[in-house]
């Protein structure tokens, strides 16, 4: 037991010397808002950061922030903050405050009490070539602020002459021309992009599960650690994003690994039962994520590369550059990991260990090697997934989550436990929840992930290349 | 550093409002988990639509409030249903991963621009619950000295509480029943349940809609408490601290929900209390917490507690080992 708690330690320890590297390296980077790369909806406007969402039950005792306002940071199109911009606020044609954006672009303004708000700009004191991205975008009606909120403002900015084209990661639809087989074209290409993430995400949840039947619920962490590592390492460090994304790959590896050695192989020692184990992956993912949390903040930032590039018209499609490199580098890793199954040696003892642990194991595989190896293949492809999928939309401590629900939904409609399985499933979770947007608000698209994923328990639950065994 | 003002924090948090909701939600997922055996990771599913049903006839239609709980209540058994009939039949491990993707769907639902015209989409709904402050029997402040509560917080309290007990009365007499040794059978070995001729799915169904209704009960208590409702306070961590409560207490045993969460919350005041005042007073620097990263630290420290809890003392405070292992089969 002794040995087991001095494990663990050496695994927080490994989490909170990140933390203090992480907290060293000073001026985070940029402070963005909820990103345009995110599936922007059509008002211009969203609430930046809902406050702490589950626990304001218990908010009665001690209220933090009293005073309502509003704020927001103001940034050109090639996301350069814009300074000196005067920002008016006024109710019922009444003006409540004004203020100007500071150097980095950000403003705050003091409200007298919650309400419903107009915020607006002088669209002449622009830089030249900058114009709102909307007409009469300048001009925001309808803010509404609840009691005690902090609540957040966007202005969208475009280049002039850029209009509606500026490449965005979600809802392309409107940009890409109005006729229903380019939209479809084009959200198909943004859901294989999405779906790619997932799957290469996905392989090691299901390989892990293979090897171990462990359903590893802190998996996700591991894609939120990649993403904040790097961005730690990239944009409020010294390193470019490609070499701070091989950073993060090393650390979501090194992670995994070491959990595996101080938490998970000393329970299979005692042959805890997978249930326990499950509880326990439950209360990793909790210490992880808010650890994360705490080091990183809960606002949504981006790496500050890559970010804005013009698109490429490829006639029935538009692409950036970098979603096309993001996908297709998803795909390469799929492919080597593919090969690495069925040609290396390790790769070969995976699947036997997948198929029958017992007999790989009469047979002279050394199992817990494979499992180790297991841990560090899906720890790695978890965190250069958080990379991915923190340059299409955006970097934040509930990301991994949101994606480990997806990253289920993909894993058993491809079949639990097979690694082509987790990416055939995944690739058709991220068509799913893109091509849902043609027909539903944009907002309910990982629903109708999670629903394909219920409906595939209901008719098929051993998934698409599942083995056929019992389950209920 | 005020211990007094920490400890009475502490009591107010161990007995307070929030304490008896959750301890009744916990006897919910008792029953599931403790007695059946199911995998539910999606209790905050039926609480969502426990506070929703209440909430929403009341401010839409002008129900009174009372109507408001039953269509609560019928909305937890409606979903119990929906959920039940294709995940049932799973596996343990499935029907966790199918429970907690189902309360994140109802979550996505409930706030989608869909449903505003009923539930107010991201806003939430406000000022719904007056019929039942109008019941209010306390007129002034339980004053003890070194901890108060106002009448508000003290009728949610008696009627929380009262809940809880009356629950867990039911869930004792139910579970020395004969239908209780079969849900208990069906946790232990579900074959040797079916060969002896029961209905194992039945009653695995029953069991989550027993389960279900008290968890939407705690739900409308939610609402009635704060007064306000917003799709984002049902997130998947509240059912995590329900199955800390539960573990913590001893799953499988009839107070031990209602202990748990005493318990618990007492714990999670202190805590919060202790680093406020250390923060405050400038016992921990400004460079390694703000008093804004307490709420992270509570829930990371939750999570430290149900994995050192799982590893160390599965059984909790008052579990017996033997009555419940943790097995899939």
């Known amino acids: 037991m002794l040995a087991r708690l001095v494990g663990l330690l050496a695994a927080l320890t490994i989490a909170l010397s990140w933390g203090a590297v992480a907290v060293a390296a000073p001026g985070a980077g940029p402070v963005t808002g909820a990103g345009d790369t995110a599936p922007v909806t059509t008002a211009s406007m969203l609430p930046l950061q809902q406050t702490e969402a589950p626990d304001d039950a218990e908010e009665t005792q001690q209220p933090e922030e009293p005073a309502e306002l509003l704020r927001g940071t103001l940034r050109g199109p090639d996301r350069q903050p814009l300074s000196g911009l005067t920002i008016t606020v006024t109710r019922d044609g009444e003006e409540v405050g004004s203020t100007v954006t500071d150097d980095q672009g950000q403003w705050e303004v003091g409200l007298p009490g919650p309400g419903t708000y107009a915020v607006g700009y002088d669209p002449a004191e622009l830089p030249e070539g900058v114009v709102p991205r909307e007409e009469g975008g300048e001009q925001l009606q309808g803010v509404v602020v609840r009691p005690g909120a902090a609540q957040g403002v966007i202005f969208q900015l475009a280049g002039d002459g850029e209009g509606e084209g500026v490449p965005g990661g979600g809802s392309g639809a409107g940009a890409a021309g109005p006729t229903l087989l380019s939209k479809v074209a084009q959200l198909l290409v943004e859901g294989i992009k999405f779906g790619a993430i997932i799957a290469i995400t996905s392989v090691g949840l299901s390989l892990v599960f293979g090897t171990t039947r462990l359903i590893n619920f802190a998996h996700g962490e591991f894609v939120t650690i990649g993403a904040v590592v790097a961005f730690f390492a990239s944009t409020g460090g010294p390193l470019p994003l490609v070499l701070g994304a091989v950073v993060a790959i090393a650390f979501a590896a090194a992670l995994a690994g070491g959990l595996e050695l101080s938490v998970w192989r000393p329970m299979r020692r005692r042959s805890t039962g997978l249930i326990q184990m499950f509880i326990v992956a439950i209360g990793l993912s909790l210490v992880l994520r808010h650890l994360v949390l705490v080091v990183f903040g809960s606002r949504r930032r981006q790496y500050d590369e890559f970010t804005l590039q013009p698109a490429w018209d490829l006639g029935l499609v538009r692409i950036t550059p970098r979603d096309l490199v993001i996908t297709v580098l998803a795909f390469l890793v799929m492919v080597l990991v593919a090969v690495m199954l069925q040609r290396t040696r390790t790769g070969k003892a995976m699947r036997a260990v997948n198929d029958n642990q017992d007999l790989a194991r009469a047979s002279g595989i050394d199992v817990e090697r494979v499992v180790m190896v297991v841990w560090l293949v899906g720890g790695g492809l978890a965190g250069l997934g958080g990379v991915l999928y923190g340059l299409t939309q955006a970097i934040y401590p509930e990301m991994g989550f949101t994606l480990l629900l997806l990253m289920f939904a993909g894993v058993i409609l491809g079949g639990i436990g097979s690694a082509y399985g987790a990416m055939i499933g995944s690739l058709a979770i991220g068509v799913i929840s893109q091509l849902s947007t043609l027909w539903f608000p944009a907002s309910l698209q990982f629903m109708w992930a999670l629903l394909a994923m219920i409906l595939v328990l209901l008719f098929r639950p051993q998934g698409i290349l599942g083995r056929r065994e019992r389950i209920g | ?329």
């Open chain 2, 1 to 329: 550093m005020d211990l007094l003002a920490i400890l009475s924090n502490s009591v107010r948090g161990a007995f307070g409002p929030e304490a008896a909701i959750y301890a009744l939600a916990a006897i919910g997922l008792n029953i599931h988990f403790g007695y059946t055996g199911l995998l539910n990771f999606g209790q905050v599913g039926f609480m969502l639509v426990g506070a929703y049903g209440t909430a929403v006839p009341v401010v839409a239609w002008g129900w009174p409030l009372w109507a408001g709980v039953l269509v609560g209540v019928l909305c937890a058994v409606l979903l119990a249903l929906l959920l039940g009939f294709p995940t049932l039949r799973l596996r343990g491990d499935y029907l966790a991963i199918a429970t907690i993707a189902a309360a994140e769907v109802l979550r996505y639902l409930y706030r989608s621009s869909w449903a505003e015209p009923l539930t107010g989409g991201v806003f939430g709904l406000k000022q719904f619950a007056g019929g039942f402050y109008a019941f209010n029997p306390y007129s002034g402040p339980l004053d003890l000295g070194w901890l108060t509560f106002s009448p508000r917080a003290l009728w949610v309290m008696t009627v929380g509480w009262g809940a809880a007990f009356l629950a867990a009365g039911l869930v004792a007499l139910l579970i020395h029943s004969p239908w209780g040794r079969v849900l208990r059978s069906v946790r232990e070995d579900e074959q040797a349940a079916r060969s002896l001729g029961k209905n194992v799915f039945a009653y695995k169904m029953q069991s989550l809609v027993l389960g279900g209704v008290m968890g939407a009960l705690a739900g409308a208590l939610i609402g009635i408490n704060s007064q306000a409702l917003n799709p984002d306070s049902f997130m998947p961590i509240i059912t995590f601290y329900l199955w800390t409560i539960m573990i913590l207490g001893g799953a499988s045993r009839v107070l031990a929900p209602i202990v748990g969460s005493v318990v618990f919350w007492f714990l999670l005041t202190f805590l919060d209390s202790a680093l406020r005042q250390a923060i405050g007073t400038g016992l921990v620097p400004a460079s390694v917490l703000v008093a804004s990263d307490i709420g992270a630290v509570r829930f990371a420290a939750v999570g430290l507690g149900l994995m050192l809890l799982m590893m160390f003392r599965p059984a909790g405070l008052m579990g017996d080992q033997k009555e419940l292992r943790l097995d899939v089969r």
